[in-house]
Each structure stands twice: as C-alpha cells, then as structure tokens.
C-alpha cells in the first residue's frame, strides 16, 4: 500500500467520510497522456501542517518531483522559517495549534517582503465559506483532504509563469535592486521588519 493510499484512508476514517468511488480508467489513462508542468527544479516550497501523515505525503511528492522542501508543524515556526529563507510556494493548513491557518496567511500578507508569495491553503473542512474567507484574505488557491498526487501539481501548475516560477495571479516581477545605495544612505535606517502575530479570532 502507497503512502497515499494509507494518506486518504486515515483521512476518511478521521473524518467519517465513506470510501470514494473507484476512478474511471478512461480519467487516469487522461491525466497520464497530458504532460505534467513542474516549476523549475529547486523551487523551495514551504509545508505548514499539524499532521505528520499530510506533512510526508507532501514533501515525499514535492521532492520526488525535484522541488526543495522545508515543513512546520505550527504557523509560529513557519512563518520563523520564512523570515530565515522565503519560499516560493507556501502550503498551509488552516487548522493549526495556537495561531491558525487564517492568522498566519494574514500575518504573511501583512509583511512587504512576504506579499509575493502564493499561498495554498489546505483543509479537512469542505464548507463553502471557509476557502471564500481564505481568498478574500490572501489566499491564492484551497486544496480539500483528502487530496491526490494529481491534485497537488494540477494547484501549483495554475500559478506557474512562463519562467515556471510560482507566482500570485497578475503579479509582475520586481525590478532588480541596485548592488550599492549612495554615502551615507543607510545611516540611522531602521532595521527590517518584525513578524507579527495575530491570534485574534482563535
């Protein structure tokens, strides 16, 4: 048995949800003829999940497919992680210890240097309302579990550019920044940015 295959039965078993009827053969047999689209190999992806089993199912398949993988367990290490080395792709759980998923995209969206990255949100839930609340605050795209193999390229494909970087929908790449500012320039500047956490609303 595959990792995905033990991935969505701990889900449905969690979750209550009764087995998924068998995928017609003529569906696969589609998928496997279209060519998949990956992003430039090394892209660096950030997994943010409460779930050991979601956790590995992901980066087991991000990596198989050449991205470069770092995972969190909660959104307070995450967004640490960010501020060390900002990823090009973010997953990110909403239902999460401490500070939730919703806080942590708003705490992402709140940061000038963070703005850029695409965020996929990810839940067990399937109201309606809660991917329309995740987009209306920032997010770029929500992924239900239990998800498939297919799924998760099918996600990160919609936000390739033609340079096969993740990229939010309709943003223009940054100019590059000038190598040396003027004399003086950076005398008495503040230094960066501090991360702020928002648990309002756990």
Do not use: C
Request: glycine share 8%.
């Amino acid at each position: 048995m595959s990792i995905f295959d033990r991935f969505l039965g701990s889900v449905r078993k969690s979750t209550g949800r009764p087995e998924a009827p068998e995928a017609k053969p003529g569906a696969a047999l589609e998928r496997r003829q279209r060519k998949r689209i990956n992003a430039r190999s090394g892209t660096r992806v950030l997994i943010i999940d409460d779930s050991p089993t979601v956790v590995a199912v992901l980066r087991k398949t991000l990596r198989s497919a050449g991205y470069d993988t770092r995972e969190a367990l909660d959104a307070e290490h995450g967004l640490t992680l960010i501020a060390q080395d900002p990823p090009e792709l973010i997953f990110l759980d909403i239902i999460l210890p401490g500070m939730n998923g919703f806080n942590a995209l708003r705490a992402i969206r709140k940061m000038p240097a963070w703005q850029h990255i695409p965020v996929i949100m990810i839940s067990g839930n399937e109201h309606a309302t809660e991917q329309f609340y995740a987009n209306r605050i920032g997010a770029d795209d929500f992924m239900k579990k239990p998800f498939s193999r297919h799924e998760i390229f099918a996600r990160i494909e919609a936000l390739l550019d033609e340079s096969f970087i993740p990229r939010r929908k309709g943003e223009v790449p940054a100019p590059p920044v000038a190598s040396a500012a003027p004399a003086g320039a950076a005398a008495g500047l503040p230094q960066g940015g501090a991360i702020v956490s928002d648990h309002t609303g756990d």
